[in-house]
């Protein structure tokens, strides 16, 4: 069964770093997202992604986030100066249709 | 505005036992609901979904969700609980529109003992 693939699966990095999250959805998927969850709360959605570009974010997903398909198959969220409130297990999903896949999830740890 | 609310945070069980988590929902649309499963260090698995057809819907590993909208409720329920079913369970609702976010519950803890 086809799966969405996300790298690296736990990072560590310093308060103010900039950190990329990779994400490899299906070949068929249209609409990819991003979601995250702090540990012991709620899965949270940052951001979709149609066609090239944001189609909907959330209030979560602000100046430091930023997403982008580079080369037709990886898609990528970058936080540009990450702080201790990131850390939090990122998903990424895809969807063709409709019917969600969920990759594995990265597990951010900002120290 | 679409919200899930989910009444239990963590629910015990006996093994060969039923299992009920409940769920109910708020959306100004014909919602489409999911029921999610995470179990430790695991990305998200897709037990069933409810997209207006039958209103019982089943799911993998012997799990099937009702949709009530009298009652604004989408419970899960298994006759009888496995060591394995243990894991955090998320209820979530959407639009049924492609590309359209999420919204998940907080989640509810399944425990079950032998």
């Known amino acids: 069964e086809p799966e969405v693939t996300q790298t690296p699966s736990h990072q560590v990095t310093q308060m103010g770093q900039e950190v990329i999250l990779r994400c490899v959805p299906i070949?068929?998927?249209?609409?990819f997202y991003w979601y995250r969850q702090i540990l012991g709360q709620k899965v949270e959605f940052l951001v979709s992604f149609y066609n090239n570009e944001i189609s909907e974010k959330s209030e979560i997903f602000d100046d430091q986030f930023s997403v982008e398909r580079p080369d037709g198959s990886n898609f990528t969220l970058k936080i540009r100066s990450t702080k201790l409130e990131d850390s939090a297990m990122y998903f990424c999903?895809?969807?063709?249709?409709?019917?969600?896949?969920f990759g594995s999830g990265t597990r951010l740890t900002v120290v | 505005a679409q919200s899930v609310t989910q009444l239990d945070s963590h629910v015990s069980v006996s093994e060969g036992t039923p299992v009920l988590l409940r769920c109910n929902y708020s959306s100004s649309y014909s919602p489409s609901l999911f029921w999610y499963v995470q179990h430790p260090n695991k990305g998200l698995q897709l037990l069933l979904k409810?997209?207006?057809?039958?209103?019982l819907v089943k799911g993998i590993n012997g799990f099937e969700a009702e949709f009530k909208k009298s009652e604004t409720s989408f419970h899960l329920t298994k006759p009888s609980a496995h060591m394995s079913d243990a894991a955090e369970y998320f209820c979530?609702?959407?639009?049924?529109?492609?590309?359209?976010?999420?919204?998940f519950g907080k989640g509810t803890t399944l425990s079950v003992s032998s």
């Open positions: 999903a895809g969807t063709a249709n409709y019917g969600y896949t």
């Open positions: 409810y997209t207006s057809a039958a209103t």
């Open positions: 979530v609702v959407s639009t049924n529109q492609a590309g359209t976010a999420l919204i």
């Open positions: 070949s068929n998927h249209l609409y």
